[in-house]
């Protein structure tokens, strides 16, 4: 099985092929679906996160929402 490099919130993580953004954010251990996600410059929405199969290179910016006051 080949492997890929993203790049995540600016750091490099190695993913196996034909991994989603789902997996993705899973094994990030991100588990709210408060989350938005950009890749390459292009928001995804939360509905197309399961679809979405990352590929070599590509730039990912991963943002939760946090409460408090």
Do not use: W, Y
């Not at 790049?7 to 993580?13: R, S, T």
């Not at 991100?30 to 989350?35: L, P």
């Amino acid at each position: 099985m080949s492997t890929l490099i993203v790049q995540v919130n600016g750091e490099a993580v190695e993913l196996s092929d034909g991994v989603t953004l789902s997996q993705l954010l899973q094994q990030l251990e991100i588990t709210t679906r408060h989350v938005a996600v950009e890749l390459n410059l292009e928001i995804v929405p939360f509905e197309k996160h399961a679809e979405c199969i990352l590929v070599n290179g590509d730039q990912l910016e991963v943002v939760t929402l946090v409460g408090g006051g």
